[in-house]
């Protein structure tokens, strides 16, 4: 996972600040599959010898965070536009409460915040090791699909395909990076996308 130093890296570090964290997607999903449960930040909290990943608190029905609950909206614009290239930096526009948004809505994108702290120089971004969770098997396509019929394989049935949410190493890079894997699903729907990151700070040990 990347490390941004908040003090070396500022210029990343004040785009987070601001942006949040966006995730693009390649085609429509339906707004209303975007939810604390299937769109999940978490942080590392060491403990002695152990360390387990803690929630933070997100709501799927507000636009933006607040000083008790981070957000996470669902966006009706991502540039660059659909389907993009791997390794850009997308960002997003047109923040909505996927909670209630009508089956007919579509997503482009997803964005996360953590709650919001003005005391707190990162406002709700501390030093630490996040991780970043998508679980796709919940998350549903616009455009419906056909796949075999469970109980008859000879007849198929229409259903909104799980978004192949698969995030399979060494990840999305820029373009012309020696390493890179575009697109890193695997061709099937569902699934969970997990990456990481941690944040630093002159003075901190984000692992306790």
Partial sequence: GAIIDMVKNKNIFDRLRADGLVIAFDRPMRANTLSEQSVQLLIKQPSGTTYVYANLQLSDSATGPSPTAGAVTALKEVTPSQPGQCGETPSGAGDFAPASAPATIAALG???????DPTNVGGGWRPGVYRVVL???????????????????????????????????????????????CPTGDRVEGGRFLSWFTITAPGTNPNG
Avoid at 111 to 116: H, K, L, Y
Avoid at 145 to 170: C, S, Y
């Fill in 110 to 116: 997803t964005r996360i915040r953590p709650a919001s």
């Fill in 135 to 181: 679980e796709g098997n919940f998350i549903l396509g616009m455009k419906t699909i056909k796949v075999p019929d469970p109980f008859d394989p000879t007849k198929t049935i229409e259903v909104q395909p799980a978004l192949d949410a698969n995030h399979l190493g060494p990840g999305l890079q820029p373009q012309g990076a020696a390493e890179s894997r």
